[in-house]
């Protein structure tokens, strides 16, 4: 099948592609290489360095003729979605829809679309949180998704385009990058190795749920090869706060760091675990990878490869 992969040069897009090449796909990837990397790139994929909210899109499309598309191009940091919320719209919303439109206008057979689960669901009443959770985002960047998720289902009622959300809980890996907001897993292997002190905000006592990079690819194939329409969480239901996240990388380094704390952030969240019941039972996913085991798989390409 020929899968056009948009931020295909990304964290989560590059490892995607390289699962979907493995397993005998013709790759398309789209990437304007705002926050990807050129070195992500598989290079048995065909590469357009292309905006999506670019008319351009279209001529690609007429090209390539895709016939499934993976959706994980975006603008990704909150706090530049807060501090700039039209230019997030301009990326993750007019982005999406320019892309959307091309794929109903080109008969595409399905779309994958990369969501999130702490930024929707926000600081849930019940934890871990299902997706029939109320979604009431509090930043831009969350609210942009579920935008997204909204037309999803307006383009597969009206114009029968099928399609899958995944909400992702905080993905963590190799190649993620450490030096923006997100990725707090990255941002602390990048210090650790450099026997930096890392920079706790709070209390460290908030938590989140961690799945590593490979058990979110192993999601993305089995929505593209199963007809399930609708939503599903990517999480692990296993909360870990941001101490015990520190402890477990500087036990796997065998380091005697201490973290560096300093006052806790406007409008961080205290707690984000999501439930995976509904995609365990109607996709047969759950995570293989424990968070000890993605770690040490992380700290080993942190080594031996520039963060």
Not at 178 to 205: R, T
Not at 229 to 238: C, L, R, S
Not at 251 to 263: F, G, R, S
Request: proline share 4%; aromatic share 10%.
């Amino acid at each position: 099948m020929k899968i056009l992969v948009t931020g295909g040069a990304g964290f989560i897009g590059s490892h995607l592609a390289d699962k979907l090449i493995e397993q005998g796909h013709q790759v398309v990837i789209v990437d304007n290489l705002s926050t990807g990397r050129k070195e992500n790139l598989n290079p048995k994929a065909k590469f357009y360095e292309l905006d999506i909210a670019s008319l351009e899109l279209s001529n690609l499309f007429k090209i390539e003729k895709p016939e499934a598309v993976f959706h994980l191009a975006a603008q990704i940091d909150v706090r530049k979605s807060v501090a700039d919320p039209v230019e997030d719209a301009r990326t993750n919303i007019l982005g999406s829809l320019n892309l959307l439109e091309n794929c109903k206008k080109f008969n595409i057979k399905k779309i994958i679309f990369i969501s999130t689960g702490g930024a929707i669901y926000g600081d849930a009443d019940i934890v871990p949180t299902p997706e029939t959770h109320p979604a009431l985002p509090v930043s831009p960047y969350g609210v942009a998704k579920l935008s997204i998720e909204k037309y999803l289902n307006y383009y597969y009622q009206i114009f029968g385009l099928n399609y899958t959300v995944l909400r992702l809980a905080n993905i963590y890996g190799p190649r993620q990058d450490p030096l923006g907001e997100a990725g707090v897993v990255a941002i602390f292997c990048n210090k650790l190795l450099k026997n930096e002190q890392p920079i706790i905000y709070g209390d460290g006592k908030q938590t989140r749920d961690y799945v590593f990079v490979e058990d979110v690819v192993n999601a993305g194939i089995l929505a593209l090869k199963q007809d399930k329409i609708g939503i599903f969480n990517v999480g692990t239901e296993k909360e870990t706060s941001v101490n015990e996240l520190f402890q477990k990388l500087t036990e796997v380094m065998d380091l005697k760091i201490e973290p560096i704390y300093k006052p806790s952030r406007t409008g961080e969240q205290q707690r984000s675990c999501l439930d995976y019941s509904k995609i365990k039972k109607e996709l047969g996913w759950e995570a293989k990878y424990s968070l000890e085991q993605g770690l040490s798989k992380t700290i080993k390409w942190g080594k031996h490869n520039e963060y």
